[in-house]
């Protein structure tokens, strides 16, 4: 992570990857595709993208006010 600031205000701090960290980023990405791959290997395209619209509503049911 690289932190800068603004040099016409000193108050606002971007924070941007460096290159080391778009190295892991990439790293990480790829083995979440791998454990993704291994745990829904089973399913068909189909079913993959049935189970995640399944979860999403799941996730916003338990995420919506409540009464709304």
Request: no cysteine; glycine share 8%; net charge negative.
């Amino acid at each position: 992570m690289e932190r800068t600031r603004d040099t016409a205000d000193r108050r606002p701090v971007s924070v941007a990857l460096t290159a080391g960290g778009r190295t892991v980023l990439a790293e990480l990405d790829a083995e979440a595709r791998s454990v993704q791959d291994e745990v829904l290997g089973p399913l068909t395209p189909e079913e993959r993208h049935l189970l995640r619209d399944l979860l999403l509503r799941v996730h916003q049911g338990l995420t919506e006010a409540p009464g709304s």
